[in-house]
Nanobody, 124 residues
Framework: QVQLVESGGGLVQAGDSLELSCAAS????????MGWFRQAPGKEREFVAG????????VYADSVKDRFIISKKDATNSLYLQMSSLKPEDTAVYYC?????????????????WGQGTLVTVSS
């Protein structure tokens, strides 16, 4: 089972940028996909972005497209989410997820491993 540890959350103002990181350990990172999900208070967890580790193919939710960028660093088995033009509606706990597959899924059910989450709060 892969271990995932997120970091980088915090309190920012609308329009600011923030970068989240996720460190993966316990798996050889080939033939896996990794993704970011978020859960706002009182709402279900939703897909934000995902990336195939082998080919680097990325998928984004429409709500974050053109504002967020998902990336990876092979040397350190790290996943990143660069968030810009943040809005109050981006406030949520952000989770890193991983699964041993090749296609990037957009459902929670597509991911077997999860981090503990990091809180992002965007004030207006």
């Amino acid at each position: 089972q892969v271990q995932l540890v997120e970091s980088g959350g915090g309190l920012v103002q609308a329009g600011d940028s923030l970068e989240l990181s996720c460190a993966a350990s316990g798996w050889a990172v080939y033939n896996i996909v990794m993704g970011w999900f978020r859960q706002a208070p009182g709402k279900e967890r939703e897909f934000v972005a995902g990336i195939g580790w082998n080919d680097g193919r990325t998928v984004y939710a429409d709500s974050v497209k053109d504002r967020f960028i998902i990336s990876k660093k092979d040397a350190t088995n790290s996943l990143y989410l660069q968030m810009s033009s943040l809005k109050p509606e981006d406030t949520a706990v952000y989770y890193c997820a991983a699964d041993r597959r090749t296609n990037v899924g957009q459902s929670e059910l597509d991911y077997a491993s999860w981090g503990q989450g990091t809180l992002v709060t965007v004030s207006s």
